[in-house]
T-cell receptor, first 117, second 115 residues
Framework: NAGVMQNPRHLVRRRGQEARLRCSPM?????VYWYRQLPEEGLKFMVY????????ESGMPKERFSAEFPKEGPSILRIQQVVRGDSAAYFC???????????????FGPGTRLTVL | AQKITQTQPGMFVQEKEAVTLDCTYD???????LFWYKQPSSGEMIFLIY??????QNATEGRYSLNFQKARKSANLVISASQLGDSAMYFC????????????FGQGTELSVKP
């Protein structure tokens, strides 16, 4: 019963390059969330997706960042023209379809550590 | 305004003793969920325990329990019989609304367990 998978675990990019981060949710989970953790800080919400739909992108920077969760395949967080300030750990979480109760725990992947040189 | 506040940047506890990590929250939504996660030095985020706003009893999961005081808007994590492996960052988080949606995290508390 595999957990949330993220790859790569570590990614190094030079300023101006593109970064693509992948997330495969747990089996049976249809909701995906992306969070960013800057050094010495808590996690900050970026975007919430269901298959082929963006539900909430209120935490996404207006430029250079995009996310998708296609019908087939993993969710992708894409950062164009990276800058040093994008260096952070990016976590993906998934949760199951709603079952009618209040429990909708998000389970996290191991994260991708992005370093921008 | 801070929605989730963890006032203890760092805590020490002796092995085998109990420790309480504080968390207060702020919301006007009657439906919400409260979560605690552990982040060891390896970096992954591990789910520990959940408390729903309508739950009548405090949540418990093994050595973890959540001291939920709704009127005071606090959701403190209690770890009993601390172990060396409990040394980690601990994050309190809240989800507003009935189901789904983003988690709002506190700044975290770094717990160190002394042998």
């Amino acid at each position: 019963n595999a957990g949330v998978m993220q790859n790569p675990r570590h990614l190094v990019r030079r300023r101006g390059q593109e970064a693509r981060l992948r997330c495969s949710p747990m089996k049976g989970h249809s909701h995906v969330y992306w969070y960013r953790q800057l050094p010495e800080e808590g996690l900050k919400f970026m975007v919430y997706l269901q298959k082929e739909n963006i539900i909430d992108e209120s935490g996404m920077p207006k430029e250079r960042f995009s996310a998708e969760f296609p019908k087939e395949g993993p969710s992708i967080l894409r950062i164009q023209q990276v800058v040093r300030g994008d260096s952070a750990a990016y976590f993906c979480a998934s949760s199951p379809p709603y079952s009618g109760g209040l429990t909708d725990t998000q389970y996290f992947g191991p994260g991708t550590r992005l370093t921008v040189l | 305004a801070q929605k989730i506040t963890q006032t203890q940047p760092g805590m020490f506890v002796q092995e085998k003793e109990a420790v309480t990590l504080d968390c207060t929250y702020d919301t006007s939504d009657p439906s919400y969920g409260l979560f605690w996660y552990k982040q060891p030095s390896s970096g992954e985020m591990i789910f520990l325990i959940y408390q729903g706003s309508y739950d009548q009893q405090n949540a418990t999961e093994g050595r973890y329990s959540l001291n939920f005081q709704k009127a005071r808007k606090s959701a403190n994590l209690v770890i009993s019989a601390s172990q060396l492996g409990d040394s980690a960052m601990y994050f309190c988080a809240m989800r507003e609304g009935h189901q789904g949606g983003k988690l709002i995290f506190g700044q975290g508390t770094e717990l160190s367990v002394k042998p």
